[in-house]
């Protein structure tokens, strides 16, 4: 079940880190990507998300927009 796990987020954004807190409690391990320090990663979410807010999570290239608990339960089969 290892699935490749992004979160694109933002050190000030409470809903990104409730989301990280969310993974780290179910032992998922996850890339964390700052993009309000990283502007590679920022290009990155929005082109693949078409977001500029933050998180996005990416899980296996399904895309989460927000902290959406049963939607990551579902991507992640958890």
Known sequence: ???K???YSTTTCPF???AKQFLKDNNIAFEDLDVGSNQVAAEE???KSGQMGVPVID???EIII???KDKIKQALEL
């Open 1 to 3: 079940m290892d699935k």
């Open 5 to 7: 796990v992004k979160v």
């Open 16 to 18: 990104c880190i409730r």
């Open 45 to 47: 979410m929005i082109k």
């Open 59 to 61: 899980i296996d290239g």
């Open 66 to 68: 927000g902290f959406d």
